[in-house]
């Protein structure tokens, strides 16, 4: 899209809010803006999301189909770290045109780049919206800390990711703002009985992070031991290929299936006997949530947000290893009882502290932190 400033064609009344992103491929950040722009949050304001790039996903042209949003792209190329400065001069030069109230930014690139900006231009307020509780770069989280005094407030999306704010920048001023409630009209898992084969999922976009091999690891000790089993992967990414080449060196094809990206896969959840996810690290796991809240078992490691609502053996399982997720899972397919508790036990608590209403007080909650940054300008 184009970058000069006369395209935009939104409501001259309301305050100016730049939302800075990576791009609006399909993830637990893109996706919560969506869910914040679908529930009033950025009403009676001026909306322009910058992207670092263009995907050209559904989400991305769901949003670009809402009348009074300017979506502007600053490349149509991966995101780069190497191209980071080319990013801020562009983002300037836009902020210097639009002239907002406030910019958000959400995933660390963005951040930074927003960051290089405020510190030529001071004239924003600035939002952090933190979704990391582990940094893979430290170079990267050394450069957030010094630069974290540019922020004016912080939302975070869960109490996993503000307490790793806080470890990293101790007094500084935050809200949780969770990107996630319990939906209505999702079909709701009935049948737990397992015949002969026990059926997983898996969803998360496929990169280091969701540490797929080994989940793959996991299915290959579980067919050594003659488990019959079917693992299907919803997502898309740069690992694909090393993921099917994996497989395929295990010779596991047929029982790992890449169903790639899948924009409605809740509607297939309540067909597989459990959800399991290896990651190394997450913050709020959005996509866990949403299997616990049709009913699904879920088996995933105790880590960021997941370790405060999955208890093992009540909600859902934790493991550590390959060995630990082997036994879970033939434990698991093994025992009705335990499958109908945790999907059920999951359920109602995601029903009980992940509800439309507690999401529309912290939405709330969000609209006054604006509120107060506008009177401070």
């Not at 430290?138 to 540019?150: C, E, G, I, M, S």
Request: glycine share 4%.
């Amino acid at each position: 899209m184009n970058l000069k400033p006369e395209v935009c064609k939104m409501c001259i009344l309301g305050k100016k809010i730049i939302y800075v992103i990576n791009s609006l491929h399909p993830g637990g950040a893109e996706m919560g803006l969506e869910t914040l722009i679908s529930n009033g949050l950025f009403a009676d304001t001026q909306l322009h999301i910058v992207c670092l790039t263009k995907s050209s996903s559904n989400l991305e042209q769901r949003i670009e189909k809402i009348s009074n949003i300017e979506i502007i792209y600053l490349s149509h190329s991966e995101v780069k770290n190497k191209k980071i400065f080319n990013y801020a001069l562009s983002l300037y030069k836009i902020i210097k045109n639009i002239r907002p109230d406030i910019v958000i930014a959400s995933l660390s690139q963005s951040v930074i780049v927003t960051r290089m900006v405020k510190l030529l231009y001071p004239s924003f307020n600035h939002i952090t919206f933190e979704h990391n509780t582990h940094f893979s770069s430290r170079p990267a989280w050394y450069l957030l800390k010094a630069t974290d005094f540019l922020t004016n407030i912080f939302w975070c999306d869960s109490i996993a990711t503000r307490r790793s704010l806080l470890a990293r920048r101790k007094k500084a001023k935050n809200i949780v703002l969770n990107l996630f409630f319990v939906q209505s009209d999702v079909p709701i898992k009935q049948i737990y009985s397992i015949d002969q084969q026990i059926k997983l999922m898996a969803v998360g976009r496929l990169m280091t992070q969701k540490n797929y091999p080994q989940l793959i690891d996991v299915v290959n000790n579980l067919c050594r031991q003659n488990v019959d089993i079917e693992l299907t992967i919803y997502g898309d990414g740069e690992l694909l290929s090393h993921l099917k080449q994996i497989v395929a060196d295990l010779r596991l094809d047929g029982k790992i299936i890449f169903r790639g990206f899948v924009d409605n896969w809740i509607s297939d959840a309540a067909e597989y006997d459990a959800y399991i996810l290896m990651s190394d690290f997450e913050g709020l796991s959005i996509a866990t949530l949403e299997a616990m809240s049709i009913g699904l078992p879920c088996i995933v490691k105790p880590v960021g947000e997941l370790s405060n609502y999955v208890s093992n053996g009540i909600t859902g399982m934790t493991v550590e290893t390959v060995y630990d997720a082997v036994n879970s899972i033939i434990e698991l397919k093994h025992d009705d009882i335990l499958r109908i508790k945790l999907g059920q036990n999951g359920r109602k608590y995601v029903a009980d502290n992940y509800s439309q209403e507690k999401f529309l007080k912290q939405i709330s909650k969000a609209k006054t932190s604006l509120e107060k940054l506008y009177e401070a300008n």
